[in-house]
């Protein structure tokens, strides 16, 4: 009996809405990053401490990912999306009444990372549930894929709707708006039971694993360990290029290239658009080529990531063309490996517990993504400019390609 057979069509539209659950989630994080410079006039701060912004969501991210994961496991995909997109769309509706005050906004920020780490949660169980084993690298990569869409959006249409409204309170109010739409398409979507024919094959598909094992048996095995080390190296490569560079891009010199606003936009959804084909071909290369190795993927990611130093080098960053063609390699490397690590994820652990796992291995990952951040942030304010930051990113790239050496899939556990 074929793929199609045996599992329906239905899982398409459930895809469908977790992909614009992550897009709109990831739109309205992304969506300070090109404006950055103006969010901070407006709150008249500097920009190591506008950074914090951007820092605190993915703070929230971590700590809520974790979490985010039993609300998963235990209540299902609709309230983990619906929690999660309350958390991203209700403060973007304050903003334009609390915009004036910083300790606010830093609140809205937090409460907005939480959004991520309730849907993310989501997306091993959708793989697990509702996709054959073989569909993993593909369902994975379109739903990783959102991130970049979301991302891609954020940094067009923020600098574009802050030129129309001269407001960065209303740019952040109207980029919300399509996060209603995507509650509105969780509830409809994901309310239906997945076939039983998916839940046998996902136990059956992890045949080294036990289908009885606990949340805390899987993390007595050493491989969830590493695993949470290689995302936390993923993470601080991702928030790094996206949260810092663009800021580099468009910050005055000497502290950046002085591109203003808008050619930063510009250029940073061209590396956002280019993740989104990354991800895609990242999860066909899961299925087709590596066969379910997701080592091979993730050290070709983190190798293509650290190359974003180059971008600091006076010969690429004094030609917009070399420039653009910089950022479009270096955009390819996080998120190829994406669909690769989420299918590891859902293809290693039981159904019942593979909701917390993603959201322990991201959860505790993205803390990776907040250090970068934070540091990031603490080397802009002391040196007045982003060598450092950016250069971290090839640090923590270089580290992931060490770890990810030691990526195979076995769940032995621990001796007690």
Known sequence: MGIVEKHSSYRWLVLLAGCLAICTIYMDMIAYAPI???????????????????????????????????????????????????????????????????????MAR?????????????????????????????????????????CAIGVFASPAVLGMTGSWEKTIFTLGIPGWAAILLAIIATRKNPPQISAEEAIASSDKTPASMSFMGALACPITWLGSLIVFCNAWA??????????????DAPMGLGLGAAMSGKLSIAVTIIGLFATIFGGLFFDKVAKGNSRLAAIIGF???????????????KSITVLA???????????????????????????????????????????????????????????????LAIGMISIASM????LSLFLKRTLKPTAA
């Not at 580290?399 to 060490?402: D, P």
Request: proline share 5%; hydrophobic share 55%.
């Open 36 to 106: 950055l410079g103006e969010i901070a006039k407006k709150l008249n701060i500097e920009m190591g401490a506008a950074t914090n912004l951007m820092m605190g969501f993915v703070l929230s991210v971590a700590c809520v990912l974790i979490w985010g994961g039993v609300v998963c496991d235990k209540f299902g995909i609709t309230t983990a999306l619906v929690l999660g997109l309350l958390c991203s769309t209700l403060p973007t509706a304050i903003i334009p009444w609390i915009g004036g005050n910083y300790v606010a906004v830093m």
């Open 110 to 150: 937090l409460v907005q990372g939480a959004s991520v780490g309730f849907v993310f949660a989501t997306i091993g169980p959708i793989l697990a549930l509702w996709f054959h084993p073989r569909e993993h690298g593909m369902a994975s990569g379109l739903l990783i894929g959102s991130i970049s869409l979301g």
């Open 238 to 251: 991702m928030y790094g290029l996206y949260n810092l560079v663009p800021p580099y891009l468009a910050a």
């Open 303 to 317: 190798l293509i990531s650290a190359c974003v130093i180059v971008i600091l080098l006076p010969a690429v960053s």
């Open 325 to 387: 063609l910089c950022l479009l390699v270096v955009g390819w490397g996080i998120p190829f490996m994406g669909p690769s690590i989420s299918a590891f994820i859902a293809m290693n652990y039981p159904p019942s517990i593979v909701g917390r796992m993603i959201g322990w291995w991201f959860g505790f990952g993205t803390f990776g993504g907040a250090a970068g951040l934070y540091l990031g942030g603490m080397s802009i304010s002391k040196s007045g400019n982003f060598y």
């Open 399 to 402: 580290i992931g390609v060490l």
